[in-house]
């Protein structure tokens, strides 16, 4: 499966942005889904992710981003999006959509759980 992340760009802080990860050549239902972000001069991290759809579908998030973000599917367009609201300064990075074949038990936060990966795209938050 191939992966394309868009919708970002900059906003103030408070404002919101929504980022879509759409997906060729497989049916995002199959795979858990994950967002992660880079900042300058940081490692990858965990932002938020989505169960494949035959394990429920639920959603968690990294504790920075709880209650702000929300993940969902776009099943018409095969893509998964996620809504980010109140977004702070602390929110700027480049944002990676990941998704997985393989199911594992627990939450999967690591970039090493998921196999594909779409380009990223970057969000700027000023203050």
């Known amino acids: 499966v191939q992966l394309q992340a868009s919708g970002g760009g900059s906003v103030e802080a408070g404002g919101s942005l929504r980022l879509s990860c759409a997906a060729s050549?497989?049916?995002?239902?199959?795979?858990?889904m994950a967002w992660f972000r880079q900042a300058p001069g940081k490692e990858r991290e965990f932002v938020g992710a989505?169960?494949?759809?035959?394990?429920?579908?639920?959603?968690y998030f990294a504790d920075a981003v709880k209650g702000r973000f929300t993940i969902s599917r776009d099943y018409a367009k095969n893509s998964v999006l996620m809504q980010m609201n109140s977004l702070k300064t602390e929110d700027t990075a480049v944002y990676f959509c990941?998704?997985?074949?393989?199911?594992?038990?627990?939450?999967?936060?690591?970039?090493?759980?998921?196999?594909?990966w779409g380009q990223g795209t970057q969000v700027t938050v000023s203050s």
């Open positions: 989505m169960r494949r759809s035959g394990s429920g579908g639920a959603t």
């Open positions: 990941g998704a997985a074949e393989r199911h594992k038990v627990g939450l999967m936060t690591r970039a090493s759980d998921y196999d594909y």
């Open positions: 050549g497989g049916t995002l239902t199959r795979y858990s």
